[in-house]
């Protein structure tokens, strides 16, 4: 049995797409986040990495606005991959997890703001999709 066969009849787990392009650029520190996001805004990875940043740094609102606008990024590539709104997402594919990174960036910026409601939706929301990210980034 594979790790990704669906025994319960629900959608397939769905894998974006990799732009090997900023992984290199990343792994060989030739630009920052900051650069691969603006010249690779699909990328979320680099969205999630500035909103890191930005939150250990303290600045809490800057890393929501990084972390959401990597989240809708992520969303626009999922439903272009074919997701319909839920499934999985694997964290062990890895040009999904600068979503998922997002998507618990925006929750712990969301919880740290006082938005309680889409923190919990933005945590549930991860959970649901790969219960492996959840684990890794619900900290």
């Known amino acids: 049995m594979s ?4 025994l319960l009849g629900g959608p ?3 894998l974006l797409p990799e732009d090997e392009q900023p992984y290199q650029q990343m792994a060989e520190q030739s630009a920052s986040p900051a650069q691969i996001a603006a ?5 979320s990875l680099a969205w999630a990495q500035l909103a890191d940043e930005s939150f250990a740094a303290g ?5 929501y606005a990084y ?11 999922l439903r272009r991959a074919g997701w319909k ?3 999985p997402v694997p964290w062990e594919h890895r040009a999904n997890r600068g979503f998922l990174r ?6 712990r910026a969301a919880d740290s703001i006082g938005e309680t409601d889409e923190a ?5 929301f991860l959970k649901d999709s790969s219960p492996e990210a959840y684990t890794e980034l619900k900290q």
Not at 39 to 43: D, E, L, Q
Not at 120 to 124: A, D, I, L, P
């Open 67 to 77: 972390a959401r606008t990597g989240y809708h990024r992520g969303l626009d590539q």
């Open 3 to 6: 790790i990704h066969e669906n």
């Open 102 to 107: 997002c998507l618990a960036a925006l929750a």
């Open 59 to 63: 600045r809490v609102v800057e890393s």
């Open 85 to 87: 709104g839920h499934g």
């Open 120 to 124: 919990n939706r933005c945590w549930t």
């Open 12 to 14: 397939e787990p769905t």
């Open 39 to 43: 010249a690779h805004p699909t990328f």
